[in-house]
């Protein structure tokens, strides 16, 4: 997108030159003859660029500096004059002026004076609105060599809307970064928005800025995180926690990047790439009545799933390794492997909190570790096992149908005292805590206790 300025100067020789000159060099180039006209111009051709005559007229450019910063506090202004002074520049920089040249002055000058601040601008909102994140997707498992292959191929295709799923700690974020990263938006801004993270009531004005006025406290206007992205990308992190009614403007800006701002008259058309990423099932979330259909299929027009951690084992021990070097440089440790017995306990952990669990355990073990290799006992650290049937410590066996009919009934209520008896265990026969563990009341558990006696009783009985 060309960036915009505006030349505010009484002369009509400077003002058609930089027009024409600027306008040449790719610029789009508006200009005005006096304050007045410059600063009503700036409302609607929204300038990235102003250059700003000191002297128009009767009044001191100097001196409205801050109604064009009013207007929009990004905007860049170069004080131009043929009456420049050290003092004079020191106080333009006070007020807001970002450069100060003197007439006469070189377009080529000229040139590299807005590219220099815009480039400064950009790298600005880079470290604001981009922090150190991880840029590298780990594994040699198909379903992360298939990721890497769909990164590549969305990567070139800037403008596809795509939509990650997959479990807290998975990664989505990593995919992103490496997505944005290798495509020709590189240079841009990535703005992540937790669309769970910001209330509800402040989500408009923060997607979408506000003009002056728009409401109380609203002293001057705010660009919002969609315009602050142009050329870039935006990531809408849990998107599924979007509330229903931003949902319906959000699919509006998809249709065509065009929003106005709150308490604004005036469309604002951006060039972003969207990607959504959601730890839940959106099409279940269709069916409950709590995302939009319309929505749902906008976003969803290209899919990555990211599996959990426990469905990719071969990928834990590369990223166990991935991690051991990045904390051994994180804490100067000089650990040379992991211990095989340790690895095989990794991957016997069910890893709820998926890779994000995996690289907090790496860090507390590396943190801790003594010797040259890895072993995980310096911690103590008992990570949560795979959390499949047969690793419950329940032990009762199905029978096999094709041996002859069963009694449901007894079965199901041997395998109910099972469970029991193992919540009973585990918190040493107190009812109420036990009650807790499987999730019922104190009072229905007296009474399947009752009742699993009374029937332990029959059975023998009948014996």
């Not at 009013?70 to 020191?90: F, L, N």
């Not at 265990?425 to 009474?447: D, I, M, P």
Request: hydrophobic share 35%; net charge negative.
């Amino acid at each position: 997108m060309r960036a915009k300025v505006l030349v505010v100067d009484d002369e009509f020789l400077i003002r058609m030159s930089l027009e024409s000159g600027l306008s040449d060099l790719g610029y789009h180039v508006r200009t005005a003859q006096s304050i007045r006209e410059g600063a009503e111009l700036a409302e609607t051709f929204r300038p990235d660029v102003v250059l700003l005559d000191n002297r128009l007229g009767q009044e001191l450019g100097l001196d409205h500096i801050e109604d064009f910063k009013k207007v929009d506090e990004d905007i860049q202004i170069i004080m131009i004059t043929a009456y420049g002074s050290v003092s004079q520049a020191v106080e333009a920089m006070k007020r807001g002026a970002c450069h100060y040249i003197q007439k006469p002055f070189d377009l080529e000058e000229v040139d590299l004076i807005i590219r220099r601040n815009l480039d400064q601008l950009k790298r600005r909102r880079s470290l604001e609105l981009m922090r150190q994140r991880p840029r590298q997707i780990v594994g040699e498992s198909q379903a992360i060599q298939r990721i890497c292959r769909n990164v590549d191929i969305l990567a070139q295709n800037d403008n596809v809307d795509l939509l990650i799923c997959g479990e807290t700690g998975t990664g989505k974020g990593v995919v992103v970064n490496a997505i944005h990263d290798s495509s020709p938006r590189r240079d841009t801004p990535l703005v992540k928005i937790n669309c769970g993270a910001i209330p509800e009531t402040l989500l408009e004005s923060e997607l979408f800025g506000y003009e002056k006025g728009a409401f109380t406290g609203a002293n001057k206007a705010k660009k919002g995180l969609m315009e602050l992205a142009d050329g870039g990308t935006v990531f809408l992190d849990e998107i599924g926690e979007l509330p229903l009614s931003m949902q319906a403007k959000l699919l509006t800006f998809l249709e065509d990047r065009r929003f106005k701002r709150v308490g604004g008259l005036r469309d604002i058309e951006v060039n972003v790439r969207i990607i959504a990423a959601t730890n839940r099932d959106l099409e279940e979330e269709v069916e409950k009545g709590t995302f939009r259909e319309d929505l749902f299929y906008r976003l969803n027009v290209m899919q990555i799933r990211i599996p959990p951690l426990r469905e990719r084992k071969e990928d834990i021990p590369v990223l166990a390794r991935f991690y051991l070097e990045h904390f051994n440089r994180k804490f100067n440790k000089h650990l040379k492997d992991i211990d095989p017995a340790f690895l095989r306990e990794m991957e016997s952990y069910y890893w709820k909190g998926n890779v994000r669990e995996l690289r907090n355990v790496m860090e507390r073990c590396v943190l801790f570790s003594r010797g040259d290799i890895l072993t995980g006992e310096e911690t103590g650290l008992e990570p949560r096992r795979e959390e499949r049937k047969g690793d419950s410590g329940l032990s009762y066996p199905m029978k096999d149908l094709n041996q002859g009919s069963i009694d449901l009934k007894k079965e199901v209520d041997a395998f109910e005292r099972t469970y029991i008896d193992r919540a009973m265990e585990l918190v040493g026969g107190n009812s109420s805590r036990a009650a807790q563990l499987l999730g019922c009341t104190r009072f229905t558990l007296k009474r399947r206790l009752e009742q699993n006696n009374e029937g332990a009783k029959e059975n023998n009985v009948q014996k």
